[in-house]
Nanobody
């Protein structure tokens, strides 16, 4: 299983970014996919998840601003992030869960003016 995240970068407060995660193997079709993030000096935290049926769940801190989605034909997971704030600054990790957790390498998002 390989998870390749991309799309991070520097953005001003109020701006938007879209993260992508390309998944290899069968995990995408059977697992729960998600995004987590880890800010400097903090523990890794859940951002959003989406299951095979498309049901989603979000951390309270991102509800109404972030949208998780998946393209099953392309085995790709997305995270659309709008109205970004400095507290969203973190390394964002793509995650797949099926029996155990699988992690991508992370992509850095920096929200700063």
């Amino acid at each position: 299983v390989q998870l390749q995240a991309s799309g991070g970068g520097l953005v001003q407060p109020g701006g938007s970014l879209r993260l992508s995660c390309a998944a290899s193997g069968a995990i995408f079709s059977v697992g729960v996919m998600g995004w987590y993030r880890q800010a400097p000096g903090k523990q890794r935290e859940l951002v959003a998840t989406i299951n095979r049926g498309g049901s989603t769940d979000y951390a309270d801190s991102v509800k109404g601003r972030f949208t998780i989605s998946r393209d099953n034909a392309r085995n790709t997971l997305y995270l659309q992030m709008n109205s970004l704030i400095p507290d969203d600054t973190a390394v964002y990790y793509c995650n797949a869960y099926y029996i155990k957790n699988y992690w991508g390498q992370g992509t850095l998002v920096t929200v700063s003016s």
